[in-house]
């Protein structure tokens, strides 16, 4: 496995990573078993794939105890990401920024994860009640306090991206509250939707990574399982799938957002082996050194197939054919 930095070169991980959420969060959870989900981190981590991320959220709480029994056998192996800030309400996800939540929250996780340090500490939301000075400022105190190595940022919050519309795209906001978070402490990380069919990241928060030496952590970098071409439109969803809700993932939209896929194929099929998945993954790598893509899987024949991507090399040719594919259609537009 090739490796990239965050934190202003300071830190090294494995090209590629894991998004744990779909162990135990986000898709159905019928498809969800604990011992092949064991057996994909075990299979992470013989491929190298150092970071792996989590949230105090997924399950809730599950993933982090998930990791623990991994973390057992192998704390030395792993880049340990998680995350806080981002609550279960009684209708809907809250966030929580307040100082006091941020430290009981990080004392929680180590609890669970059953280790004394967090590698990369991410706030999953920003508060908007909360200065984020204040959020950060706690965040910061934990780093001093030896309970956290260094500090990320996600950028997926969805009302943040309608504020942000305008001169600074869809992330504008995002980049203010970055701005506001470096002046505290520095950012290590920053999190964000960034694939194929949903690149707004690449223009409008790499040049402030690159800049700044910050990794930018590719969330989603599969579209939620579309990209990689298993997906069949109409197949439908579980009811407890977020996808079966999810405004791309209507069947007409998943006939609609075809095209992608194919193109996908097309380059795959002139790099021998390769599928569509690792073809997405391996584009994520070349748009910049800054890029750690974090493909979620539960499986480990996946996670192998999607560590392999590290090892592909795009053409021009292959580069200006994905850059040419429409982006992720949705029945809100
Ligand atoms: N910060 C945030 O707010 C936030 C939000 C969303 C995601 N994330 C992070 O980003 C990570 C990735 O996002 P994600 O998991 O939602 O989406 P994703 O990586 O785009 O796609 C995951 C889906 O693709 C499937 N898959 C993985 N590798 C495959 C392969 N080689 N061939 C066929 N199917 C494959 C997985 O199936 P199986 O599950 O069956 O293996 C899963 O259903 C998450 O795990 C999480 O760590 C963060």
Known sequence: MRYRTLGAGTLRVGAVGLGCMPMSWGYSASQRDGESSLRALNAALDEGCSLLDTADIYGPFTNERLLARLLKERRDEVFLATKCGLLVGEQHLVANGSPAYVRRACDASLRRLGTDVIDLYQLHRADPEVPVEETWGAMAELVRAGKVRALGWCALDPHDRRRGRGAG?????????????????????????????????????????????????AAMPLGSGFLTGTLVPG?????????????????????????VVAGLRRVAARHPGATPAQIALAW????????????????????RENAAAAELTLTEWDLAEIAALPAARDSWR
């Open 169 to 217: 795209g869809e992330h504008g906001r995002t980049l203010e509250l970055l701005s506001r978070a470096q002046q505290v402490f520095p950012v290590s990380a920053v999190q964000a939707e960034f694939s194929v069919w949903s690149a707004e990241a690449r223009a409008e928060l790499l040049p402030w990574c690159e800049a700044r030496g910050v990794g930018l952590l």
């Open 235 to 259: 197949g439908g969803f579980e009811p407890d799938d977020l996808r079966a809700r999810h405004p791309r993932f209507t069947a007409e939209m998943m006939a609609a957002n075809q095209p």
């Open 284 to 303: 994520l790598l070349a748009q910049g050194r800054q890029v750690i893509p974090l493909p979620g899987a539960k499986r480990a024949s996946w996670v």
